[in-house]
């Protein structure tokens, strides 16, 4: 089995490395290919990678390449993981957006329509190169926004599934609080990427006994501290909504908070810094510590599941993930990509049956589906126009001035990216 990562030379590669290396009786891979542009960074993954292989007895091969076309030749998967423009991107869209009142964030708001732009055309020519080499290869998405690149995906006609690690990163907690493994907990989880809601927490599958009112009720405060939310929201709520909703919840109070603390973009790219010098380390062969604090956890577990399922191995039978909507939400389009428990296989992703949704949250996925549907036509299409519109769709936006100010400094901040521009 070979497996391609490309942006293989990010930093939190190692935790995807560690993540294939413990369960290889999962995922059998035989050969790994880390794809990237940037040579130094390359070389430091790389050679990480390889000892912590070595270390935990793997047989795999690694491979590292600047060469997408060979990269990609022969892979039975390639993970996508990429950064257009790098953190200094993602700076400019944390910060910007500021400066008309509304929130700076990678995937959310002005700056995740930004990263979009960015984004999808690159995804898009990497997705039609693995057909042209490898048309048969399924096409993991892990790269933000993941709902609008994977429609991009799908809508281009490739074998693809979004990933995110929100889900996976519940189920780890709820099990802890439960006192079971995480097998034993399946999330009734719902929504559209980085706008979801668990629920239902059942104990043993989907028709398990429903455990969230006890949750909440034994545990409400330590989960609403992880979501910086009051606890009293959860319980008027009755569900919990993930960490994203607080842009949502609590719009204000976040903008105002982002205005007086650094970045996290600028404290991403420290850790990066710090990351990249102990990977230089020729004695270190495993993941540090500090890794955990560069964000995606569990991403590794995940997507060795999603990637064991996809190939026919021994994957989990229902996962969270990416994918058409196919009717699953009545009120949502068929081509929407929605953030469900599926059930996945060789033949890709089939959306269990969702309850029907509270208009509560029904209606944030109705506006944000509409604003991934322009922010897609602004992407594949470009122009001035098409940009405004996305972002007076947006529910975190939604005044023309704004729109119109932050339509500005969106094209000014990205125009060595935006072919059109």
């Known amino acids: 089995m070979k497996l391609t990562v490309v942006g293989g030379g990010s930093t939190y590669t190692p935790e995807l490395i560690d993540g294939f290396a413990r369960l290889r009786d999962t995922l059998p891979v035989e050969e790994l290919v880390l794809v990237d542009p940037a040579p130094e960074r390359l070389e430091l993954v790389g050679g990480l990678a390889r000892r912590i292989f070595a270390k935990q007895g793997h047989p795999g091969r690694i491979v590292t390449t600047f060469d997408l076309d060979a990269g990609v030749e022969g892979a039975d998967a390639v993970l996508l993981q990429l950064r257009v423009g790098g953190q200094a991107a ?6 910007w957006p500021l400066e008309c009142g509304c929130v700076g964030q990678e995937t959310t708001g002005a700056g995740g329509l930004a990263k979009a732009l960015r984004t999808v055309p690159v995804v898009l020519d990497i997705a039609e190169r693995v057909r042209r080499t490898n048309p048969d290869a399924w096409i993991i998405d892990f790269t933000n926004p993941v709902g609008i690149v994977t429609r991009a995906l799908l809508q281009a006609g490739h074998k693809a599934v979004g990933l995110c690690n929100v889900a996976i990163g519940f189920q780890r907690k709820f099990a802890g609080l439960l006192g079971v493994t995480p097998a034993d907990v399946h999330l009734d989880h719902v929504g559209l990427n980085h706008l979801t809601w668990e629920t239902g927490v059942r104990l043993g599958g989907p028709e398990g006994e429903n455990v969230l009112p006890k949750l909440l009720g034994e545990h409400g405060d330590d989960i609403a501290a992880d979501l910086s939310l009051p606890r009293v929201l959860l319980d008027r709520l009755g ?5 994203y909703l607080r842009y949502f919840y609590a719009h204000d109070e976040v903008v105002r908070e982002l205005r007086t603390k650094p970045s996290r973009a600028s404290q991403v790219a420290e850790m990066e810094r710090n990351l990249l010098k102990m990977y230089a380390d020729p004695a270190l062969d495993e993941k540090p510590a500090l890794l955990a604090k560069r964000g995606g956890a569990y991403y590794s577990e995940a997507a060795v599941d999603l990637a064991a399922s996809l190939l026919g191995g021994g994957g989990s039978p229902y996962q969270v993930v990416n994918t058409y909507n196919k009717g699953t939400l009545p009120f949502l389009p068929d081509d929407a990509v929605i953030e469900v428990q599926a059930a996945v296989g060789a033949k890709g992703a089939t959306p269990l049956a969702v309850a029907e949704v509270d208009p509560l949250y029904a209606g944030l996925m109705a ?24 972002l007076l769709s947006h529910p975190l936006i939604g005044q023309y001035e704004y729109a119109e100010a932050l339509t500005d400094q969106l094209i000014a901040h990205n125009r060595e990216h935006l072919a059109w521009a």
């Open 90 to 95: 993602r700076e400019q869209d944390e910060t």
């Open 239 to 243: 569900v919990v909504p993930s960490y």
């Open 367 to 390: 506006n944000v589906t509409a604003y991934e549907d322009l922010a897609l036509e602004a992407a594949l299409r470009g122009g001035r126009d098409r940009v405004f519109r996305a």
